[in-house]
């Protein structure tokens, strides 16, 4: 049974370019809740040469400080602020400044594996997962980085098939089957964030939202 007084988790989940991340902010602006994204918890590699750093698989689970996340979320879970770690994807490294974040009602966690650790998973009050085809979810993947990331487009097409797509096969896929809800990632956000907060209604009774 849910305790009342505690933050109340939503994990989304999905392939890269899915479209989780919008949901997440759409479903988070209806709350309202904060979205807190898994990419904030990719592991420092300072060790490294920028090479070797741009050349790790970022798709692998192991990539992220998974340890570090499911500490912050039993934090925030009993009401303690945390320290969110910020991280610089253009040098694959943590950079030196740290978010703090104070717990609130409702907290959204979005991200490629939001699903797959089963510690995680035990945190969550919903889970959401977010589907799309595989060719959208390339184009996708290379607008962003190319926008958001500085990435070239020649350098996202070979990740994408070397790491993100087989990865996602192994790791993200599956967790659809302990999904509580898929969403389709190519209908209206409008759409589809009020279907995540109809379930909420409808599954948790949890009212004051939209």
Known sequence: MRNATAPFLIGITGPSGAGKTELARAVGKKIPAPVYSLDSYYRDLPGLTLEERASTNFDDPSALDDELLFAQLEMLLHQRPINKPI???????????????????????????????????????????????????????????????????????????????????????????????????????????????????????IAGME
């Open 87 to 205: 991280y610089n994807f253009a040098l694959h490294v943590r950079a030196a400044e740290i978010e703090m974040v104070l717990p609130s009602p409702m907290i959204i966690i979005e991200g490629l594996f939001a699903l797959h650790w089963p510690a995680i998973r035990s945190l969550l009050g919903l889970k959401v997962y977010v589907h799309a085809d595989d060719a959208i979810c390339f184009e996708r993947r290379i607008s962003r980085d190319v926008r958001e990331r500085g990435r070239t487009a020649e350098s996202v097409r070979k990740q994408y098939e070397a790491t993100v797509r087989p990865m996602a096969e192994r790791y993200i896929y599956p967790t659809r089957d302990v999904a509580d809800l898929v969403i389709s990632g190519t209908e209206p956000l409008d759409k589809t964030s009020s279907a995540v907060i109809a379930y909420l209604q409808e599954r948790w009774h």
